[in-house]
């Protein structure tokens, strides 16, 4: 396996709009690292300039030791699987799973052998002489692994995957990567828009928006203290509410959010945005907390529920365990703990 450098990549295409800018990146080698972002943030832009589908305007893609920036697919030694599979309908699960090894000429005896230990490893042993017609979505995707696999490539890529997969099969999948992952000691680049996705799998997380990384850690870290407002909007379901505040002029360091109040450290000043996470929002009774709010929608989820809240104008998510007993319209109080309160700048920069 091997390391992946990633030097000022930037990448523009035909209308002059930056699909990159400026990406770098370090992915060590056997690492799991998740590139996450909403659709055209550049993630997809990335995997491919490091594939060789696509040839970036400037920067530096290095795989080990070697600059492969301007090299074509077949050198780099990587393999990637496609969020619509890319499966040869007319070729049977075989005859995918062992098409790169056959376009490299391997030895027949080792082409069934490998083959077989990829096939057994994900489970499709006994799908071997069915075509792509015949597989569910989730078997098609073991099939497409298995065609990766097979190439035992120094630097595994996959965009997004587990996109057409149901939500139980997402699930399986992830934990089947995950093992698939221990099992080789890979070095693997994870595309998703799914945080979810991106929480649960990478040992770390790259943040990109408009074509720039806005924040790169483990993914308790990424949660926990977000570089900027976008990533704490963006990270968390649902995501961090982000709220703009004003400074009260007759009420010294309090700054207001519609029917809101919060109080300032000594440090920041001015305008300000203020982040706190549905969880860690709750509800009391009228007159509690930093203000009150009125109720827009319940959604129950089991466990928790999550209230759509209304505050002076200014919408706020609580997150709340179990289901209370709430009905739109009812009026709250709301109670944030200081210690979750998080604060950004106008331009959305992390000051607190």
């Known amino acids: 396996m091997a390391s992946v450098t990633l030097r000022q990549l930037t990448k523009r295409f035909d209308s002059g709009t930056p699909a990159l800018q400026d990406l770098s990146l370090d992915v060590a080698d056997g690492e799991f690292l998740v590139l996450l972002g909403p659709s055209g943030c550049g993630k997809t832009t990335a995997l491919r300039c490091i594939a060789g589908l696509e040839e970036p305007t400037s920067g530096q893609i290095q795989i080990g030791a070697r600059d492969v920036t301007h090299l074509p697919p077949g050198d780099r030694d990587v393999a990637m699987v496609f969020q619509n599979y890319a499966l040869y309908p007319h070729l049977t699960v075989r005859e995918n799973i062992a098409f790169p090894l056959e376009m490299r000429r391997t030895p027949a005896a080792d082409v069934v052998r490998r083959v077989r230990e990829a ?21 098609r995707q073991r099939v497409a692994l298995g065609r990766a696999i097979v190439r035992a490539p120094q630097v595994f890529l996959f965009d997004e995957p587990l996109s057409n997969l149901d939500a139980r099969l997402r699930v399986d999948m992830r934990a089947e990567l995950l093992a698939l992952h221990r ?3 890979a070095t693997m680049i994870f ?18 928006h408009e074509g720039r990384l806005r924040q790169v850690g483990a993914p308790a870290d990424v949660y926990r203290a977000p570089a900027d407002a976008f990533v704490a909007g963006f990270v968390g379901s649902p995501g961090m509410n982000v ?3 004003a400074p009260e002029p007759e009420k010294k360091r309090v700054v207001g959010c519609g029917s809101l109040r919060f109080r300032m450290p000594a440090n920041v000043t001015g305008s300000v945005q203020i982040g706190v996470r549905p969880e860690h929002v709750s509800l009391g009774a009228v007159g509690e907390g930093v203000g009150d709010a009125d109720v827009r929608m319940v959604e129950p989820l089991g466990s928790d529920t999550l209230v759509h809240l209304d505050a002076g104008g200014v919408p706020l998510v609580a997150k709340v365990p179990g289901i209370p007993n709430l009905t739109s319209g009812a009026r709250v109080g709301v109670l944030v703990d200081p210690a979750h309160v998080h604060l950004f700048d106008v331009a959305g920069v992390r000051v607190g």
Do not use: C
Request: proline content about 2%; aromatic content about 0%.
């Open 183 to 185: 099992d080789l000691g």
């Open 191 to 208: 595309v998703t828009h799914d945080q979810i996705e991106a929480m649960t799998m990478g040992q770390r997380i790259a943040v990109l």
């Open 243 to 245: 709220l703009v505040g």
């Open 119 to 139: 096939a057994d490893r994900l489970g499709i042993g006994e799908l071997l002489d069915r075509r792509p017609a015949q597989l569910s979505g989730g078997q």
